[in-house]
């Protein structure tokens, strides 16, 4: 886990002290909800992590929670300023994701809710929407202010 800490410091840095803050504090918070069967009071850190990420959240404006699988060496290029990421989502490793992006759950309609599926290395532009129970493949690029509702696939010559 220290290995993929110092990996977002270091691939974060540049987007400020709180941002690489908040992503460490959801390394730890997603550690203790894990292994919340195997820690005997694992609550009381727990209890701190996630009121340092409420009050984090209500800084950034975003909502990224212990839940939602985020991969090692994702990079949110300008902090974590109007994120949202689906509690049920997965980020690959590698990404990179830029300001105001929504990687959310759909709850429209009954037979296709779920949250999307991203791949490594996988490029969001700012203000994209990725919204439902999708899949988005390695080495895509999603562009700024798009709205994805239907799996985003390499095309094959």
Not at 7 to 18: E, F, Q, V, Y
Not at 92 to 117: E, M, Q, Y
Request: net charge positive; glycine share 12%; with cysteine.
């Amino acid at each position: 886990m220290f290995e993929i800490i110092k990996s977002d410091i270091k691939n974060n840095h540049r987007a400020g002290l709180l941002a690489v803050l908040l992503l460490v504090n959801y390394r730890f918070g997603r550690c203790l909800m894990l292994k919340k069967k195997t820690l005997r009071f694992y609550w009381i850190p727990y209890i701190w992590c996630l009121l340092l990420s409420r009050g984090l959240s209500l800084v950034f404006g975003c909502s990224v929670p212990f839940s939602a699988q985020i991969g090692k060496s994702v990079v949110f290029k300008h902090g974590f300023f109007g994120v949202f990421i689906s509690g049920l989502a997965v980020v690959g490793d590698g990404c990179v994701i830029f300001h105001h992006v929504t990687i959310g759950s759909n709850f429209g309609s009954r037979k296709n809710l779920g949250a999307p599926t991203i791949g490594d290395n996988v490029l969001i532009g700012a203000g994209a929407k990725v919204i439902g129970p999708l899949r988005v493949d390695d080495e895509m690029v999603v562009p700024a202010g798009s709205v994805v509702f239907s799996d985003v696939q390499k095309r094959h010559r």
